[in-house]
């Protein structure tokens, strides 16, 4: 049974840090690309970062670039989001996914496994 679960969320204040993570099992996240997405309120999910399977290539989307740095442990079979110089606007449900394919995917419906999501809110 493959089950991915996030941990590390919660209240922080503007410009503060946090860091995500997202223990697998029944899977590898060495065989599969793994993402972060977002969810705000009304807002549509969006993708965050991502490593590829190899972990040799890496995303960011541009309104997380510089800030956020996605990392792998493939010890621990575990995938994290390094959040600095967190804003309002970072507020969200943070979801860990992963996906097969050979070049990470954007769109969500192309990630097979998801995680319960953890929320991040970021107080100004």
């Known amino acids: 049974q493959v089950q991915l679960v996030e941990s590390g969320g919660g209240l922080v204040q503007a410009g503060g840090s946090l860091t995500l993570s997202c223990a697998a099992s029944?899977?590898?996240?060495?065989?599969?690309?793994t993402a972060w997405f977002r969810q705000g309120p009304g807002k549509e999910r969006e993708l965050v970062a991502a490593?590829?399977?190899?972990?040799?290539?890496?995303y960011s989307s541009d309104s997380v670039k510089g800030r956020f740095v996605i990392s792998r442990d493939d010890a621990k079979n575990t995938v994290h989001l390094r959040m600095n110089s967190l804003t309002p606007e970072d507020t969200a449900v943070y979801y860990c996914?992963?996906?097969?394919?050979?070049?990470?995917?954007?769109?969500?419906?192309?990630?097979?496994?998801w995680g319960q999501g953890t929320q991040v809110t970021v107080s100004s």
């Open positions: 996914a992963a996906g097969r394919g050979m070049s990470i995917p954007k769109n969500p419906n192309d990630y097979n496994y």
């Open positions: 029944g899977l590898t996240f060495s065989n599969l690309n």
């Open positions: 490593i590829s399977w190899s972990a040799g290539i890496t």
